[in-house]
């Protein structure tokens, strides 16, 4: 019922270790693998959120401080310094959905970005001045369309780590969000 650690969790906190810095959220935290990686090996207090219950409680068992949460919903603007995520990305189609909690935790809807969308539209509100999101990608989500939607929330990004497999690349993206106080 609770996503295991797997190649995409270790790209992850790859890149998160290497950048993370101050107040760091993990959503979808799963088992709180991640979060206990960057919490363990950088010293920061890190919160986990994950919608599956049974996962908040397999990541507070690891010591992660987690809460049930859909995406970014209960946390305050300006709350975190860095912003990791591992969203479920695989492409679904809706007909051979099953509605538990695996599949949640994998499936990213038909185009393996229904996630995605609406946590880069609303990450900005929580990150503090200064922030990064750490965010990965699947080449099955449309590499391209993930950029887009990236840059149309006013964020750059850049490759922090990356893996390719034999059926897709994967890549954390480092998103900043965009000064245009001189434009």
Known sequence: ???????DSGLLAEA???????????VGTGSGWV???????RGLHVVGSDRNPHAAREARDRGVEAVVADLLEPFR?????????????????????WDDW???????????????????A?????LAPGGVVFLLVSSLTEYEAVLELVEAAGFSHTVASEASFPFETLTVLRLEPVDNSDA
Do not use: K, W
């Open 16 to 26: 998160a270790v290497a950048g993370a810095h101050g107040r760091v959220l993990e």
């Open 35 to 41: 979060a206990e990686q960057i919490a363990t090996e």
């Open 77 to 97: 603007a300006d709350a975190f310094d860095t912003v990791c995520f591992n969203p479920p990305y695989l492409p679904t189609d809706p007909d051979n959905e």
């Open 122 to 126: 609303d990450v900005g509100r929580v």
């Open 1 to 7: 019922m609770v996503y295991r650690p797997a190649e």
């Open 102 to 120: 695996m599949e949640r935790a994998l499936s990213g809807g038909e185009s393996g970005r229904a996630v995605i969308e609406p946590f880069v």
